[in-house]
């Protein structure tokens, strides 16, 4: 295991969350700061609590959740993308590392970012809402497992990506709309039967539900069934990449 | 002297179908200079990226120090430097993290004193805390090249590293290459232009259409292929050749004014002296002679010529 390399790029990688702070953190805090005064504070007044917990309070999770999978889809794609257009991934391919290895420098330092960016969104909500956490162990697993899942799944993405089109089209178009739909602003109980179960195709409703159950212990779905689809999801990322670094795919001809 | 890159039966075929090497066979020896020749599309950089483990080859072997390029990939990359053709560089980075980080990936704990020497001999130094997008193109070059030797390689692979840089440049990026070769490193370059790898290449191969058409010392490459013309300057003008000389071969140049004697360089001595006493017999005069000797452009042109 070349040990040294993962750390340099690993370390590489953080250090353009330092040279881009304004971009990488201030500005996910502040749209999520905006969430919360419009719907936890503003418009949350006044709706009813949810399963006894209070509007501000329920959405938490759902919005941690949501800056999370940008965040590491995002990190996650431009960090092997940028390589592959300014052609600098000379230098990591005629390198003594394995595509193991490269793949721990980058997704670890995606899902590193990740998770910060996610512990500070956590920290700012306690500012506009009441925050308790019910079981911290599973939440901590939850945030560990969907970081590296969905940084993995960025690197898939950037590996595939052949413009910067391709390479946003996920965030922006997929994203949001799953996230939005995946019961992170309600409980899938308020939809119609018909919508309900299309819900159930959607996975980020179990982790946005698993999630919150770490928190407040109400969930849509059953919480060990989230970790499963956590756990599948992670599973069928893996095997893209085992595919593309088995074929070469997009890196070597 | 021992082989420290063995290239067997190299094949590449592209995705697309394009036979980028048709099957190249090389043995590269430690400490030598060896230029690459060809034209552009020949197959010289996709040969390096095969070494150097950016493309993987359709057929053939490739040892680096004993080691197989694709199964030890370890060993045998961390061996070598790369000096890509492209100026790709990370706009965002400074000279100094750049060229850490080039040490890094290859495996070697960081050690600052080699960094900045590396730095001081490519005289980089005073930019080291500079972006790469403020440096010109022939410092963004030497970064380049700063980055392939950050980890101290055996073998160093430069892909066309003077195309684009000024003369002055030119010059000194030989004398790096030269300082590099005193101290045991094995130089590989690929270059369009003659002039370099006649000034510093221990020996010349020409590839093209994915064959390497010829590998040879660049002297005995020079003495072997280089045709010589003599040119003699008539005292008076000749109308026709008289046919005590056809045994030459002798051309008249348009306006009678000239004799030109084509020979092979090795041939020489011989025929020259004796069509000279030849030319004393027939009364011809002349008042100025010279001699040509081709260069390695012309060996090459005509190399790549009878190819095509």
């Known amino acids: ?253 | 002297m021992a082989s420290v890159v063995s290239i067997q039966n190299l094949t590449k075929t592209y995705g697309n179908g394009f036979e980028a090497l048709k099957g190249i066979d090389l043995e590269i020896e430690e400490g030598e200079i060896l230029a690459l020749l060809g034209p552009n599309g020949a197959g010289k950089t996709t040969l390096i990226s095969i070494v150097c483990g950016l493309v993987n080859p359709s057929g053939g072997k490739v040892l680096v120090g004993g080691y197989d390029v694709v199964r030890d990939f370890r060993q045998t990359r961390s061996m070598i430097g790369l000096v890509p053709q492209e100026l790709t560089t990370d706009m965002f980075e400074t000279v100094w993290n750049t060229v850490s980080f080039s040490r890094g990936v290859h495996g070697k704990k960081p050690n600052p004193e080699l960094v900045e020497s590396v730095l001081k001999d490519l005289s980089l130094w005073a930019k080291k805390d500079n972006m790469l997008r403020e440096l010109s193109g022939g410092m963004k070059r030497r970064v380049l090249i700063a980055k392939a030797l950050a980890h101290e390689p055996q073998i160093l692979f430069l892909d066309e590293p003077t195309a684009g840089v000024d003369v002055n440049l030119r010059r000194e990026m030989w004398q790096v290459v030269e300082r590099l070769r005193e101290n045991g490193v094995t130089i590989i370059l690929t270059t369009h232009y003659i002039e370099e790898a006649e000034e510093i290449a221990d020996r010349v191969g020409v590839i093209n259409g994915g064959k390497l058409l010829l590998i040879e010392e660049k002297t005995a490459l020079m003495k072997k292929l280089g045709r010589k013309q003599l040119r003699l300057e008539l005292a008076e003008p000749l109308k026709i050749l008289p046919d005590s000389l056809s045994p030459y071969n002798l051309t008249l140049s348009e306006d009678g004014a000239a004799l030109l004697h084509e020979y092979q360089g090795e041939e020489g001595d011989g025929s020259i002296a004796s069509l000279l006493s030849m030319l004393q017999a027939e009364n011809i005069h002349f008042r100025d002679l010279s001699t040509r000797q081709s260069s390695l452009e012309d060996i090459f042109v005509a190399l790549v010529g009878e190819q095509a």
């Open chain 1, 1 to 253: 295991m070349n040990v040294e390399a993962i750390k340099s790029i690993y370390f590489f990688e953080m250090a353009r969350m330092r040279r881009t702070l304004l971009q990488s953190v201030i500005s996910p805090v502040i749209t999520t700061s905006l969430y919360f005064i419009v719907f936890g504070t503003a418009i949350g007044s006044r709706i009813q609590s949810i399963e006894g917990v209070s509007y501000g309070s329920f959405i938490t999770p759902g919005l941690i959740m949501l800056t999370l999978l940008t965040q590491c889809i995002g990190n996650g794609s431009i960090g092997i993308y940028f390589p592959k257009f300014t052609g600098t991934i000379y230098e990591i391919l005629s390198a003594p590392v394995a595509m193991t290895e490269i793949l721990i420098g980058y997704v670890g330092a995606a899902a590193s970012k990740g998770l910060i960016i996610g512990l500070i969104i956590l920290a700012t909500a306690s500012f506009f809402v009441d925050i308790s956490i019910a079981h911290p162990f599973v939440m901590a697993v939850f945030l560990v497992l969907t970081a590296v899942t969905f940084s993995l799944f960025g690197f898939i993405i950037g590996i595939w990506a052949k413009n910067f089109e391709q390479l946003n089209i996920v965030p922006m178009l997929v994203v949001p709309p799953l996230t939005f739909l995946g019961g992170s602003f309600y409980s899938i109980d308020m939809l119609p039967p018909f919508w309900q179960a299309v819900s159930h195709f959607n996975p980020v409703l179990y982790l946005v539900s698993g999630f919150r159950w770490s928190f407040y212990e109400i969930a849509d779905v059953n919480p060990l069934l989230s970790l499963g689809m956590v756990g599948l999801f992670l599973a069928i990322c893996l095997s893209i990449l085992g595919w593309i670094f088995h074929t070469g795919y997009r890196l070597r001809s």
